[in-house]
């Protein structure tokens, strides 16, 4: 069984940091793309970032700001979001594709207060 587990949200400050990581755990193997979705509340979900051996794409809003890291052998993705802005503020899930499966997170909530 496939699980992803997300740490490293919480609230911070209009201007600050934080950083996010997401760790695969079970039968998931031959991760070929990595990423990070974001839902705020009443909104669809959208992608932030995603990453592939390497190459990273970023959605307009953050780019400059986040940035995406990821070890395929290690299962393991994280997100470091600086200058923070209170349209921030989203649920962020992890997603890891496996021969075209996604697999998701729980979801971390992420605050940024003005």
């Known amino acids: 069984q496939v699980q992803l587990v997300e740490s490293g949200g919480g609230l911070a400050q209009v201007g600050g940091s934080l950083k996010l990581s997401c760790k695969a755990s079970g039968s998931i193997r031959g991760v070929n793309m990595m990423g990070w979705y974001r839902q705020a509340p009443g909104k669809q979900r959208e992608l932030v970032a995603q990453?592939?051996?390497?190459?990273?794409t970023y959605a307009p809003s953050v780019r400059g700001r986040f940035t995406i890291s990821g070890d395929h052998a290690k299962r393991t993705v994280d997100l470091q979001m600086n200058s923070l802005k209170p349209e921030d503020t989203a649920v962020y899930f992890c997603?890891?594709?496996?021969?075209?499966?996604?697999?998701w997170g729980q979801g971390t909530q992420v605050t940024v207060a003005s």
């Open positions: 997603l890891q594709r496996s021969r075209e499966v996604d697999y």
């Open positions: 990453f592939s051996y390497g190459d990273a």
